[in-house]
């Protein structure tokens, strides 16, 4: 973690105070602060209110929480009060999404099978937007909500967000994304343009604890419907209070009644490196990951399945006169790992086995990816020689 934020973790624990509403500290008003700071890093609109969760997976949880709730409440249901039972069907669209939305879909009881997986452009994870506008004209009136990716986890890809948000104005669905790392890219003046379209998203999910460098456990889930989020997550208590519709009641926001003061290690980081710094960790990675992807492309056993877009790398690679399937990978990159001087892991993607690894830590350099890759190609010879 960064030096700043870490000074900020150490007394988020000195204090040991929990961040639930405004009242008998400031602690409300450092996380709205953070919030603000994160927006304005981020170039998204001041209309989105958000709050501290633990993870992607929870900040994803919630955007969708909401948006149920916002799609039930346009057809005369509010569904936080008389549940799911009487309700239509609500389907989501996407094309690559994270395994935390089918996991909350699960937990949020409307089902991974309410996920339909639309087409992607050829030979990316992005989606295919005709796959998305056809989907959305066969069936106009049904509840719908759509996921889409800024930064998808094998490549690194990034959907069309501004022709998704021309589809959005048409059809009115409820659009996440799923901005875990990927929302950062908006940081770096070559790689800004990925995230052209962010503001349409009616819920986001942003991961502290990935680019920006701070202690795990450190995620914001934005939206800009704040009445529906208070419905979903209201909590009833005379002592606690009246969940009013205030940016910074983060009891009634999510589903945590009880959490660790997360944003200071946030708000540390943030003052102490700024705009400026952030721009420059991202640029910096993104210039590693893309000489990682230059060096794998100079050795005959290994294959980019995917151009390096930002901080993701991923290759496969070659056996006699096939590339090496799912177990063998497996096997390298635990040889890998015990070598001790890198980390990557095996993936699928459409089906093969490739390997796939991700740049985003503030020290990590060219020099650091060059070691790794010597330290990739030794474990890859000497399995050759084993063998």
């Known amino acids: 973690v960064t030096p700043a934020s870490l000074a900020g973790d150490w007394l988020t624990s000195a204090f040991d105070h929990k ?13 709205l602060e953070t919030i603000n700071m994160l927006k304005s890093l981020l170039g998204l609109d001041d209309s989105y209110t958000g709050s501290f969760v633990t993870g992607g997976t929870m900040a994803n949880f919630v955007g969708l929480a909401i948006g149920r709730q916002a799609l039930g409440r346009a057809r005369g249901l509010d569904l936080a009060e008389q549940g799911l039972w009487a309700a239509p069907k ?27 997986i639309l087409g992607t452009m050829p030979g990316r994870e ?21 996921v889409a990716n800024a930064g998808t986890v094998n490549t690194g890809d990034f959907d069309d967000l501004e022709a998704i948000g021309q589809l959005h104005k048409k059809f009115g669905f409820w659009l996440h994304v799923d901005g875990a790392f990927g929302a950062f890219a908006s940081t770096s003046p070559d790689h800004a343009h990925l995230t052209r379209g962010l503001n349409a998203a009616d819920s986001l999910s942003v991961d ?10 450190s995620s914001i889930q934005l939206s800009r419907n704040l009445g529906d989020q208070i419905d979903v997550f209201k909590n009833f208590a005379a002592y606690l209070g009246e969940p009013e519709v ?7 926001l999510t589903p945590e009644n009880s959490r ?46 995917a151009p390096v877009r930002l901080n993701v790398f991923a290759f496969q690679v070659m056996g006699s006169e096939n590339p090496l399937d799912f ?30 690894g991700a740049v985003c830590n503030w020290r990590t350099d060219v020099s650091d990816v060059e070691a790794a890759f010597e330290a990739l190609v030794g474990c890859l010879e000497n399995s050759s020689h084993a063998n």
């Open 260 to 305: 660790r003061f997360r944003a200071l290690p946030a708000w540390f980081s943030l003052k102490a490196y700024g705009r400026r710094g952030y721009q420059d960790i991202v640029s910096r990675n993104c210039a590693a990951a893309r000489r990682m992807g230059e060096l794998i492309e100079t050795h005959n056993r290994l294959r980019l399945v």
């Open 208 to 217: 502290c604890h990935k680019w920006m460098n701070v202690p795990y456990d």
């Open 246 to 252: 205030r940016a910074d009641n983060f009891l009634h």
């Open 19 to 31: 961040a639930l509403t405004g009242m008998g500290n400031g602690i409300s008003a450092i996380e």
């Open 327 to 356: 177990g063998a990978l497996k096997a390298l990159t635990a040889r890998l790992e015990e070598e001790g001087t890198t980390y990557m892991s095996p993936s699928i993607l459409n089906g093969d086995a490739i390997i796939r």
């Open 90 to 116: 609500i389907r989501v669209l996407s094309a690559s999404p994270h395994a935390s939305v089918l996991k909350s879909l699960a937990m949020l009881g409307m089902g991974r099978a309410s996920m339909h």
């Open 126 to 146: 992005a989606l295919d937007i005709s796959s998305l506008e056809k989907a959305l004209e066969n069936n106009p009136d049904e509840p719908t909500m759509v």
